[in-house]
């Protein structure tokens, strides 16, 4: 056993001879869990509340409370909103991406804040909520739109004119690279520490991206206090890791799932994604600390304390995908604060809060190299030894749909012409399998931990999906519309211009939904998960339009050069799901579940299918799980409320306990984002944000509020 494996593996072993409380209760301290300050419900991330008004024997018993629709939804468009709670107040966000403020008794509107000033909002907008700081009378919110921090008045909505620049902060600035050429924005909220905000990014996934440096902001003026650099500079810790000078060109590894916060220890648990391009790093050799990172970090001044590489030199585009959960696990008698991730590949890591050694013990086994011409692979890989994985990871023969024949021999016909290895399988030109998919196993909705029993609770998808590699055409000369369309769209848009819908839509046509000058304006300023094209300037980004309107190539234009030093030989075919003829997925159900784990034992204490398809279930065919976005929530009532599943819009309440469902109800849309609960004069409410528009589905824009019937 080599040393690493050996320190790993006796971790556990030496924090159960450190602790010195004998048998240590579990419990929640009086007085705490009440509120739903912060997204996630408190710093700590963990999605639990202690009320308990609304409880296993009277949930049956949830009515309507209050609806509140925003007036924003339009086709595709999201709501991913965990909203939070202070004083009376309900502060959440809309499709198009305005702040609201209702009567969280009520919900009526108190106020709303446009970032977008009457323009036109083109394409989905993502955005998972907001933060919150006081100082006495001074309460401010906090939240991003485009490329801007904005601090808004708490009481009012208007923007806090000594903030930054107006009440505004680009985000843009500080970064290294010409602001003008930068795609950055935050789809989930930051962290408040002190007189800190404490904020990660969403950037490009392609070439050239932003950094997703980590950066603490001033909560009163906006002024910038430190930054933890994720793809570090010379003399940093982990520059080794990547090539000699990829801190000016590389980009991503960016922390964009969200944090928590010791408040009492002062560390901030950031978790990141990969690095960019995520599905081809010739021209990033190494590891690539700190993408693919837990990283504990000094709250105060931006020191780094620890971390944890979960995926090194990820070209699978493993991003953590939900921010880490502080909580408390039970070892020898003892009670340890500990931090729990979760992942896209469907496993839970735990460190101990401090130290960040592991909880459990941690495997590094050997995985394989890559075909593909110029990319070196890690040699190997981190697994978790518990908890088990929540998700299945090796798409099998045994395990191809059975739901008609012709389906499974389709599926067969298509499995046996790619490449089937399990975790890490390499990306290649003939394609290979990622399963669980690109968008997990474990998602942004992230895991709700109770702190009564030690269990943790996550959602997971189990769809499969294939990632296949195609050669990039090179660039010679100036480039054409149509040579630039090939290298900044076709990986997602693919190279017929068939995109892969409705995730990923098709641009076939595309002029008769859009005109030039605004096909112009979202190529620019991005749309989604597709980042914006800015640094191809006004020419290229008209190139590109034009060719997308007329179907014909536009001539030579003017490119920027390029700011990175390897050409990139190749990108990926589209995000391919893998389906049968039918469109349903590939693999035999369940393709959706809710798993509980004793983070104690380490063990999975149960596990349901999640969700149903409509008209599956009318044809027999129930309880296939489906996919699912947005998170749990767990509550001192014995309850666990989750929306999610995409289908069949429902919004569930079940026995912590056991998973048994006890109370579900159809909402507006889909409710993919995660509930909160709070009280108002004694009254427990449930809300959700019913927003849709995932996958092709409906879309929304309405908060629904649940309570119990109020008593004569």
């Keep these: 056993m080599s040393r690493t494996k050996f320190l790993f593996a006796l971790a556990p072993l030496l924090l159960q001879l450190a602790a010195d409380s004998p048998n240590q209760p579990r419990g929640v301290p009086t007085g705490r869990y009440r509120d739903w300050k912060v997204y996630g419900g408190g710093p700590d991330n963990i999605r639990y509340s202690a009320l308990d008004q609304i409880n296993r024997d009277n949930v049956g018993g949830l009515e309507i409370a209050w609806t509140f629709d925003t007036g924003d939804a339009f086709p595709d468009s999201e709501m991913q909103c965990n909203p939070i709670f202070i004083h009376g107040v309900l502060f959440a966000t809309t499709p198009k991406l ?88 935050a789809s989930s909220p930051g962290v408040v520490y002190k007189d800190l905000l404490i904020l990660g990014s969403l950037v490009s996934e392609t070439l050239p991206s932003a950094p997703g440096y980590i950066r603490a902001y001033d909560v009163r003026t906006g002024k910038l206090r430190w930054t933890f650099h994720t793809i570090p500079h010379p003399g940093e810790f982990g520059y080794e890791t990547w090539p000699k000078d990829a801190w000016k060109y590389s980009g991503g590894a960016n922390s964009w799932a969200g944090m928590s916060v010791d408040q009492e220890r002062g560390l901030v648990f950031a978790s990141t994604g990969s690095a960019a391009f995520d599905f081809y790093g010739a021209n990033r050799h190494g590891d690539n600390l700190f993408a693919n990172s837990v990283i504990a970090l000094k709250a105060e001044t931006g020191e780094r304390v620890w971390h944890f590489q979960a995926v090194r030199h990820d070209v699978w585009d493993r991003d953590f995908p939900a921010p880490p959960s502080l909580v408390t696990v039970k070892r020898n008698g003892h009670l340890v604060d500990a931090v729990v991730q979760i992942t896209k590949s469907g496993h839970v890591f735990v460190f101990e809060r401090e130290s960040g050694k592991p909880l459990f013990p941690i495997e590094y086994r050997p995985v394989p190299p890559s075909e593909v011409e110029g990319e070196i692979l890690a040699k190997n890989q981190p697994f978790p030894l518990k908890p088990p994985p929540f998700a299945r990871q090796v798409f099998t023969e045994e395990m191809v749909t059975k739901r008609t024949p012709e389906a499974r021999q389709a599926v067969l016909d298509r499995l046996r012409k790619v490449h089937t290895g399990g975790p890490f399988e390499p990306p290649s030109l003939e394609g290979a399998v990622v399963f669980p998919g690109f968008d997990g196993g474990g998602e942004w909705g992230g895991a709700a931990f109770d702190p009564e029993t030690g269990l943790l609770y996550m959602n997971s998808n189990e769809m499969a999906w294939i990632l296949r590699l195609v050669g990039q055409p090179k660039a010679k000369g100036r480039p054409s519309g149509r040579n630039l369309y090939l290298r900044k769209c076709a990986s997602c848009h693919r190279q017929d211009l068939g995109g892969t819908p409705p995730e990923v839509p098709s641009l076939v046509r595309i002029g008769d939904k859009y005109t030039e000058s605004e096909i112009a304006t979202i190529i620019r300023s991005g749309s989604g998960r597709m980042p914006g094209f800015a640094y191809l300037k006004k020419a290229g980004v008209q190139a590109i339009a034009r060719h997308l309107v007329s179907g014909k190539d536009s001539g030579l234009v003017t490119e920027t050069k390029s700011l990175f030093p390897l050409e990139q030989k190749y990108t990926m075919d589209g995000y391919n799901k893998f389906l049968d003829p039918d469109g349903y997925p590939a693999v035999e159900p369940p393709w959706g579940t809710l798993n509980a784990i004793n983070l104690d034992t380490g063990e999975i204490a149960w596990k349901i299918p999640l969700g149903e398809f409509p008209e599956l279930a009318a044809r027999g065919i129930r309880n296939t799980g489906s996919e699912n976005y947005g998170g749990p929530l767990v509550t001192a009532g014995g309850l666990l409320f989750i929306g999610a599943t995409i289908h069949d819009k429902k919004f569930r309440a079940l026995d912590k306990a056991t998973g048994k469902l006890l109370w579900e109800t159809a909402l507006p849309a889909a409710g993919n984002a995660t509930p909160a609960t709070y009280e108002v004069d004694g009254r427990q409410f449930v809300v959700i944000a019913a927003g849709g528009g995932k996958w092709g589905a409906p879309s929304g824009g309405t908060y629904v509020a649940f309570a119990l019937k109020r008593s004569n």
Excluded: M
């Design 98 to 185: 305005r702040v609201i403020a209702l009567d969280a008794a009520t919900g009526k509107l108190r106020w709303s804040f446009d970032p977008n000033e009457g323009r036109k909002v083109y394409g989905k907008l993502r955005n998972r909520g907001v933060a919150y700081w006081e100082d006495g009378e001074d309460q401010r919110v906090y939240f991003v739109a485009r490329h801007y921090l904005y601090a808004l008045e708490a009481q009012t909505g208007k923007a806090v004119s000594s903030f930054g620049d107006s009440g505004s902060v680009d985000l843009r600035q500080g970064l290294g690279r010409p602001p003008q050429d930068i795609f950055i924005t």
